[in-house]
């Protein structure tokens, strides 16, 4: 059988099945798509906390603007949501998916579009890539992005701990409920990485004061790493996993029928998958 083809019939469509849930038996592990991984985060981390940095850090370039919280965090989020975008549409994000998050690999696990092997691989290559993308803010910023904590999630003080791991569960909860919807239908799919700059940017614009608005572990992890700052570490992990479940769940009970996914994948054209191009 051809490495990453599923056709049977001259004509048919090439897929790639390891996004299918669907692996090669004689091809368990796919580096090139783990390594995709690895690099998309750490630019995300990287180039997206980047901004955050230089928004919000003392001294950074676009910290003295007049521009009062509330919109600096919404502008905030719309520019960490365009890397993601970017990344995504990026030979990198076609490789892999561009999933790029923990919490996006474990909804398409649960959904049945990962292998638990490739799901494993990816978690560790994400953070593998957030510790690398904050190890290269920490020599890029230095001052500015100390006094920033290099862009890592906190919960806010004297808030009982369930109200930012809630922000976080439906903060991730709308991240894979719009994926999932617009990667489901031919018309949408390859627009689904557009998702991400007009939903960060109300997430962060409404949410960010409770949690952050991560919704994403990997985000958190380089940062906290970066700063060795563990203050509710933990709600990073609890809220997205328990939105991603719940999105799932919401979809899976037929909540709208049709919404749900053929791949693992937030790219959905010129992909490159684990061996090669498609055609």
Same mark, same amino acid.
């Given at each position: 059988?051809?490495?990453?083809?599923?056709? /049977?019939?001259?004509?048919?469509?090439?897929?790639?099945?390891?996004?299918?849930?669907?692996?090669?038996?004689?091809?368990?592990?796919?580096?090139?798509?783990?390594?995709?991984?690895?690099?998309?985060?750490? +630019?995300?981390?990287?180039?997206?906390?980047?901004?955050?940095?230089?928004?919000?850090?003392?001294?950074?370039?676009?910290?003295?603007?007049?521009?009062?919280?509330?919109?600096?965090?919404?502008?905030?989020?719309?520019?960490?949501?365009?890397?993601?975008?970017?990344?995504?549409?990026?030979?990198?994000?076609?490789?892999?998916?561009? @999933?790029?998050?923990?919490?996006?690999?474990?909804? =398409?696990?649960?959904?049945?579009?990962?292998?638990?092997?490739?799901?494993?691989?990816?978690?560790?290559?994400?953070?593998?890539?957030?510790?690398?993308?904050?190890?290269?803010?920490?020599?890029?910023?230095?001052?500015?992005?100390?006094?920033? *904590?290099?862009?890592?999630? %906190?919960?806010?003080?004297?808030?009982?701990?369930? +109200?930012?791991?809630?922000?976080?569960?439906?903060?991730?909860?709308? +991240?894979?409920?719009?994926?999932?919807?617009?990667?489901?239908?031919?018309?949408?799919?390859?627009?689904?990485? %557009?998702? *991400?700059?007009?939903? =960060?940017?109300?997430?962060?614009?409404?949410?960010?004061?409770?949690?952050?608005? /991560?919704?994403?572990?990997?985000?958190?992890?380089?940062?906290?790493?970066?700063?060795?700052?563990?203050?509710?570490?933990?709600?990073?992990?609890?809220?997205?996993?328990?939105?991603?479940? =719940?999105?799932?769940?919401? +979809?899976?009970?037929?909540?709208?029928?049709?919404?749900?996914?053929?791949?693992?994948?937030?790219?959905?054209?010129? @992909?490159?998958?684990?061996?090669?191009? /498609?055609?």
């Amino acid at each position: 059988m051809d490495k990453v083809s599923t056709a /049977s019939q001259p004509g048919e469509v090439r897929q790639d099945r390891p996004l299918r849930g669907k692996p090669f038996p004689h091809d368990k592990l796919h580096p090139r798509m783990y390594a995709a991984e690895l690099v998309g985060t750490a +630019l995300l981390v990287f180039v997206g906390l980047s901004l955050v940095i230089a928004l919000w850090g003392h001294g950074a370039p676009l910290a003295g603007l007049p521009i009062q919280p509330g919109p600096r965090r919404f502008l905030n989020g719309l520019l960490f949501g365009s890397v993601g975008a970017a990344i995504a549409f990026s030979k990198i994000g076609r490789m892999s998916g561009a @999933h790029i998050n923990p919490a996006m690999t474990f909804a =398409f696990w649960l959904e049945g579009k990962i292998q638990w092997r490739d799901a494993v691989c990816y978690v560790l290559a994400q953070l593998f890539g957030g510790a690398i993308g904050a190890a290269a803010l920490v020599v890029v910023w230095k001052a500015s992005g100390a006094s920033a *904590n290099w862009g890592a999630s %906190l919960p806010a003080n004297g808030v009982p701990e369930w +109200l930012p791991v809630g922000g976080e569960a439906v903060c991730t909860f709308l +991240l894979v409920f719009l994926i999932f919807i617009c990667a489901a239908h031919k018309a949408t799919q390859p627009f689904t990485p %557009l998702v *991400n700059p007009p939903l =960060f940017a109300v997430l962060t614009w409404l949410e960010a004061p409770l949690s952050g608005a /991560s919704a994403n572990p990997a985000r958190s992890f380089g940062p906290e790493l970066a700063a060795w700052l563990w203050q509710g570490w933990w709600v990073y992990w609890i809220g997205p996993g328990l939105g991603a479940a =719940f999105a799932v769940l919401f +979809l899976r009970l037929g909540a709208l029928d049709g919404h749900r996914p053929n791949e693992a994948r937030l790219c959905h054209f010129g @992909h490159h998958g684990a061996t090669g191009p /498609s055609r």
